[in-house]
């Protein structure tokens, strides 16, 4: 353990970051903690702890995640650790949602990481050292949910990023990891954490079975525990290389399994014609 580390943590507030944040004060971390309702925050985190910064930030603007980041250089001296937390879900199928509803997805999962990576990274570059956990979802390797599209593909999008902004800062020292949990059993799928489709289409009876088993049946019986998660992300960042990618729970590992074994199995069924496709 390194207690001197200074972790910064978005969407600290409830969920697996707020679970977070109690974890590392508890074991002696500094901590920069943000979200967009601040007094929420101050009233779920400790009171009175020098080593608890709670921080009103909104992710779809630039100048109040600079302004974050700087407080928590400014307040700890450094910055050694950032996870990319903030995030909701979209449930909706693809016809169905408006391009608001799906753009405001991409601006808070893809855009608002994005926003903090250009923020923090100069910190972590400069001092030659840095950690950086982007939780995506298993959602983000395996789509195959009707009415899950968007979520789906802001997710696959942070794998995306992280594989190449993982491969940009190697050279300086910086890790990065693409966290991709199953169900772990958080208030994410709960009215104020889904969005819903504004304007849903009958046809779609798969799409309104999904949300109603995700709804009604898995939520708050899902079979992950989030302070084991929490737990595993610190012991994470402690190790001397962690991953590119990191699968919590046995759920996400049978769902990664399938996604191989699909994929290997398309390119088995046309290697032969799909490698023939080169000039002569």
Known sequence: MNPNNVWFVTGAS???????VQMLLSQGYRVAATSRNLTELQQ?????????????MDLGDE???QQAIAATIHTFGRLDVVVNNAGYGQVGALEELSDQEARQNFEVNVFGLLNVLRAATPHLRAQGA?????????GGFFGSFPGWGIYCATKFAVDGLTESYAAEVQPFGIQATTVKPGYFRTG??????????QAPIEAYQSVRDSQ??????LNGNQPGDPAKAAALLIEVSEAETQ?????LGEDAYQMATLKIEAVQQDMQQWQAQA???GFA
Request: proline content about 9%; glycine content about 10%.
């Open 63 to 65: 100048a109040s995640v």
């Open 188 to 197: 994410f799928l709960s009215a104020g954490s889904m969005g819903q489709p």
């Open 275 to 277: 490698t023939a496709t």
């Open 212 to 217: 109603t088993l995700h709804a009604e049946q």
């Open 243 to 247: 991953p590119l990618h990191l699968f």
């Open 14 to 20: 409830k969920g697996l970051g707020l679970i977070l």
């Open 44 to 56: 779920a985190g400790p009171h009175n702890n020098p080593q608890f910064l709670p921080l009103h």
């Open 130 to 138: 840095g950690r950086v956990f982007n939780i995506s979802s298993v």
